[in-house]
């Protein structure tokens, strides 16, 4: 994990080009089209930026919303939450602390136990299969 602050070169030259845009630029995959909105292994959810974990397997399920979808983050002092007005909306836009990339939104309509939807860009993960 890192908390460098890199220049605009140097993450276009770590990201492809969706996974800048998603992450950097607080941009969004089309539904249905990410690697990881109908994946099932095992393991954790990491932010492609930083290698942060973000998210556990067990955490995820299908909204039907085409994103990959969790109820809770693996540590709630990782990702920030930020009133985003963009769009004619009213949302929460999700962020990773450790280096500011954009993953999402998280809604109040996800299922128990925390009733959260944490509706994260695939092109903002990337997974480590469990042992």
């Not at 890199?6 to 080009?17: C, G, I, M, P």
Request: proline residues 5%; negative net charge.
């Amino acid at each position: 994990m890192t908390n460098k602050k890199k220049s605009v070169e140097e993450w276009k030259t770590q990201l492809n080009d969706e996974s800048y845009y998603v992450t950097r630029q607080s941009g969004t995959e089309r539904p249905f089209t990410g690697k990881y909105w109908n994946f099932d292994e095992k393991g954790e959810y990491i932010c492609i930026c930083c290698g942060t974990p973000l998210f556990e397997s067990e955490t995820k399920f299908d909204a039907g919303c085409g994103w990959p979808s969790f109820f809770l983050p693996k540590d709630k002092n990782i990702i920030s939450e930020i009133p985003d007005l963009s769009h004619g909306m009213s949302r929460i836009e999700v962020k990773c602390m450790q280096c500011d990339a954009h993953l999402g939104h998280v809604f109040n309509d996800g299922p128990k136990p925390s009733g959260l939807r944490y509706c994260i860009n695939s092109a903002s993960l990337d997974f480590k299969k469990d042992a």
